[in-house]
C-alpha cells in the first residue's frame, strides 16, 4: 500500500483481556515505531524497532505491553490483561531510517476501548 | 525528562494569520516539528526545521525558532477553513524517540 496501515482500526474490549494490534510499515521502512495517544495529549512514545530486533523499549509502561517484528516488516503490539487506563489511540510510524535523519509517517491508528 | 508545552486552543477568523507557539526544554534538540492531526486521520508533518537555523519557510507556513529561549513558532497565513485540526510541535534529539507536545487546536471562524 502507499502509506502505513493499522488493524483494526477500532477495537472493543473488555478489561483483563489479550489483545493484538497489527502495524503495516510502508515497504522498504526499516524503522518502526510504535506510540500512544490518549484523550486530549500528544502521542507518547512506546517502542521503537530497526528491522527485527527492538533498539528503544523505554517507553512501554510494564511489562503487560509487548511488540515484535519478526520479519522486520508488519509488527504487533501485544497487551495482556488489559486495563480501562489502556484506553486510546495507538499509532504506529515507519521510516526509512533512524528518526532525526528521516521523516516518520503515522498510520491512522487504532482506537483501543477497554471496559 | 524532555517536555514540550504548548497553549491549548486558538481561535481565528478565515484570511487571518494563526500562530501557533510552542517551548521545549532539550537544549540539544537537532530536529523541531510540527505536525497536524484533523479528526480521524493520522499525524501529518507539516513542515521541520534544524536545530541551527532560526526561519524557515514553506508556501503558507513559517517556522521561526529562538534557540535561546527555546521557543518555536508556526504561522499560518491566509488561514483557512480546512487549516482547522490539532497541531503537535515536537523535537528530536539524535536517535531519540520523537517528544510531542499536548497539541494545540486550531478553529477557524468563517
Known amino acids: 500500500g502507499a502509506g502505513v496501515s493499522q488493524t483494526p482500526s477500532n477495537k472493543v474490549t473488555e478489561k483483563g483481556k489479550y489483545v493484538e494490534l497489527r502495524c503495516d510499515p510502508i515497504s522498504g521502512h526499516t524503522a518502526l515505531y510504535w506510540y500512544r495517544q490518549s484523550l486530549g495529549q500528544g502521542p507518547e512514545f512506546l517502542i521503537y524497532f530497526q528491522g527485527t530486533g527492538a533498539a528503544d523499549d523505554s517507553g512501554l509502561p510494564n511489562d503487560r505491553f509487548f511488540a515484535v517484528r519478526p520479519e522486520g516488516s508488519v509488527s504487533t503490539l501485544k497487551i495482556q490483561r488489559t486495563e480501562r487506563g489502556d484506553s486510546a489511540v495507538y499509532l504506529c510510524?515507519?521510516?526509512?531510517?533512524?528518526?532525526?535523519?528521516?521523516?516518520?509517517?503515522f498510520g491512522p491508528g487504532t482506537r483501543l476501548t477497554v471496559t | 525528562g524532555e517536555d514540550v508545552e504548548q497553549s491549548l486552543f486558538l481561535s481565528v477568523r478565515e484570511g487571518d494569520s494563526s500562530v501557533i507557539n510552542c517551548t521545549y526544554t532539550d537544549s540539544s534538540s537537532t530536529y523541531l516539528y510540527w505536525y497536524k492531526q484533523e479528526p480521524g486521520a493520522g499525524l501529518q508533518l507539516l513542515t521541520y526545521?534544524?536545530?541551527?537555523?532560526d526561519m524557515k519557510q514553506d508556501q503558507r507556513l513559517t517556522v521561526l525558532l529562538n534557540k535561546k529561549d527555546k521557543h518555536l513558532s508556526l504561522r499560518i497565513a491566509d488561514t483557512q477553513t480546512g487549516d482547522s485540526a490539532i497541531y503537535f510541535c515536537?523535537?528530536?534529539?539524535?536517535?531519540?524517540?520523537?517528544?510531542f507536545g499536548k497539541g494545540t487546536r486550531l478553529s477557524v471562524i468563517a
Open positions: 526545521i534544524f536545530s541551527n537555523m
Open positions: 510510524a515507519s521510516s526509512l531510517g533512524p528518526s532525526g535523519t528521516y521523516e516518520q509517517y
Open positions: 515536537a523535537e528530536i534529539s539524535g536517535n531519540t524517540p520523537l517528544v
